[in-house]
């Protein structure tokens, strides 16, 4: 066995313990006496990916591109590692590179799409997500990271239809019941918001973001314009709903909501009645 080979070795060896750090410093001896050795180098670029180290690992990657220009799983880690040093343009390039090597790797497009997310081109991610719900269909990331997009750019009913088909898999992901209730909110459709923000509490009780809007909604008088009643007048049953949205934590006063829609479509109709 060769020196060369021995201190491979003793650098796999290392690796396989999880000495990362021991086994980094013998592949380092290892290229410093062969610098081109491929293996070497996606080892080690690995390694420094795996301890956070991205810059490192990125030049390691890069190093094996030069050598090997198609190596697509090469390219993909690459784009991957630019993208978590916030270099989304270079990531964005590098996935293209990847996508026309191999334009079923779907995930390429998940990368590709949250890195034109970050420089603000939510068009652009959005097909980048189709992509990734055409190739991989099964993809509950796909769904998710299309419908955030779709959120942002205001296309709140693509967004529902997207988050409804996870919940359909899984009824109780809290991001996806939380981000639903924002988007049916972007609809001004208040009482589905609510039941998703209640939704939100009951499977996490302390998510503060779902008690912050569900508070702001069943304490803000605007909720009853969204039912089509002008004021709130002084009436004793009307009263005593709007004493109960003050109930302690906001969402333990959702049952008076239910009876507060009840009640306020009653009145609606009745004046509609009126008016015809």
């Known amino acids: ?43 080690l670029a690995d390694i420094f990916y795996i301890l956070g180290e991205i810059d490192k690992s990125i030049g390691h990657y890069e190093k094996v591109v030069k050598l090997k220009p198609n190596y697509e799983l090469i390219l993909y880690r690459l784009g991957i590692s630019y993208f978590r040093a916030t270099k989304f343009y270079k990531a964005i390039s590098v996935l293209d590179r990847v996508i026309e090597l191999d334009p079923d790797l779907y995930m390429a497009y998940y990368w590709q799409g949250l890195s034109y997310y970050h420089i603000g081109k939510i068009r652009k991610s959005i097909e980048s997500y189709k992509k990734l719900k055409e190739k991989g269909k099964d993809s509950t990331l796909g769904y998710y990271h299309l419908a955030i997009s779709y959120k942002t750019i205001g296309n709140y009913k693509e967004a529902i239809k997207c988050f409804e088909q996870i919940l359909k898999e899984d009824p109780n992901i809290v991001s996806v019941n939380y981000h639903l209730g924002l988007s049916y909110l972007g609809l ?89």
């Open 1 to 43: 066995m060769s020196d060369l080979e021995k201190i491979y070795k003793i650098a796999e060896e290392y690796k396989m313990q999880g000495e990362l750090l021991k086994a980094s410093e013998e592949y380092k001896k290892l290229l410093d006496k062969e610098p081109y050795n491929i293996n070497a180098q996606i080892d």
């Open 188 to 276: 001004s459709e208040i009482k589905k918001a609510l039941m998703c923000f209640k939704k939100v509490l009951e499977i996490d009780p302390e998510h503060q973001g779902a008690k912050d809007k569900l508070g702001n909604l069943i304490n803000d008088q605007e909720l009853l314009y969204t039912f089509g009643i002008e004021e709130a007048k002084s009436d004793e049953n009307i009263e005593e709903l709007i004493t109960n949205y003050h109930i302690g934590e906001a969402y333990r006063g959702f049952s008076a909501i239910d009876r507060a829609f009840k009640y306020f479509k009653k009145k609606l109709t009745k004046d509609q009645n009126k008016n015809s």
